[in-house]
């Protein structure tokens, strides 16, 4: 069965806070990646997640020594090495690994180091994370659904490096192919692109996106999109309307977003969070 993602069946994304909430009851996501020439990927990803709601955001660079120690645009980001992180004792929902990662031997080591020490955590597995996922070398049962609940976001480029097809295989039977991942990897797989698919591990039916446009054919909204799945993850949110909810927020941003000529040409992908909080709240609010 394949049913549009609609607004009408978000309602845990559109929920009032209580009015005496604290940061801790906003959760925590950790983001692990931006590597050489990529650092920005994970800054993306993790101002989106702060944009998002969530109430700490821990941003673990894949060097030995952290390249920066503050985002002078966005300060609430704590930052550090990914090491670091993944050693300290702050309790962290969920981790989003791979933005900007690059496929080093010391990126494949972190992958599995978070596999291995964080089986209580939800993770979500992006870009060079779902390219090492893909590499002869990567043995899939360290994958350990059983303790994890995991996510995989891969564009159709990325879909095809797991499956071992060509690309236009995956676009010529979208279905198939985000059917087939979930049960290959036993974990969500949101199978990006022009109409977005979601599909559980557990469930028949597959999600599709209504909202987006070419203004997300830029760089680094891929990456946004994977802080907002971890910051509502983080929010505790069903696993389900945290990741439709992202999904369909990250789209409608971009629609919005067009209609006030912002987009379709030139949209950044800072803009998208922006955006995103704003509808966000809105709809919450009025
Ligand atoms: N500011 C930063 O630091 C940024 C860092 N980033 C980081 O860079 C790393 C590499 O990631 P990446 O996605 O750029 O490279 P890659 O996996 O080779 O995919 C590119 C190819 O995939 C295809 N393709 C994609 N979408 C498609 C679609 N809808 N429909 C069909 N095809 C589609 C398309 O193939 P083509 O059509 O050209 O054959 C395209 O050329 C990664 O770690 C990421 O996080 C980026 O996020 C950018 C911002
Ligand atoms: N033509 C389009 N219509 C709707 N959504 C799109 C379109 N092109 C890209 N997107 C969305 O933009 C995002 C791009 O992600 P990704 O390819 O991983 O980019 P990056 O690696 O640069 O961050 C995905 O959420 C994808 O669904």
New binding site residues.
């Given amino acids: 069965m394949i049913v549009d993602i609609n607004f009408e069946n978000l309602s845990e994304l559109f929920q009032k806070r209580n009015l005496d909430s604290n940061k801790g009851d906003y959760g925590t996501v950790g983001i692990i990646?931006g590597s050489n020439?990529?650092?920005?990927?994970i800054l993306?990803a993790g101002r989106a997640a702060l944009k998002l709601g969530v109430g700490k955001v821990l941003i673990g660079f894949a060097y030995n020594e952290s390249p920066i120690s503050v985002d002078f645009m966005q300060p609430e980001l704590m930052i550090n090495t990914a090491t670091y992180w993944l050693k300290s004792q702050i309790k962290v929902n969920t981790w989003v690994i791979?933005?900007?990662?690059?496929q080093s031997i010391f990126s494949q080591k972190l992958i599995n180091e978070i596999l291995i020490l964080k089986r209580k955590s939800t993770i979500v597995l992006?870009?060079?994370a779902l390219?090492i996922l893909a590499s002869k070398n990567f043995s899939k049962s360290k994958l350990n659904c059983a303790n994890n609940t995991v996510v995989l976001t891969p564009?159709?480029?990325?879909a095809a490096r797991l499956l071992g097809c060509s690309?236009q295989e995956i676009?010529n039977n979208r279905l198939d192919a985000v059917r087939l991942l979930s049960k290959n990897f036993k974990a969500w797989i949101v199978l990006?692109?022009k109409n977005t698919l979601v599909c559980s591990p557990d469930d028949k039916t597959i999600f599709r996106n209504t909202t987006g446009n070419p203004g997300l054919a830029s760089?680094?909204t891929?990456?946004v999109l994977a802080g907002m799945i971890g910051s509502l993850i983080s929010q505790k949110l069903c696993l389900k309307q945290a990741i439709l909810g992202a999904v369909w927020l990250h789209g409608k941003a971009s629609d919005e977003l067009s209609l006030e000529n912002i987009g379709p040409i030139g949209l950044t992908a800072n803009e998208i969070a922006d955006c995103a909080r704003k509808i966000r709240n809105k709809i919450t609010y009025n």
């Fill in positions: 990646g020439g990529m650092l920005g990927s993306l791979g933005c900007g990662l690059g992006d870009a060079d390219n564009h159709p480029a990325e690309t676009q990006k692109g760089s680094g891929g990456d």
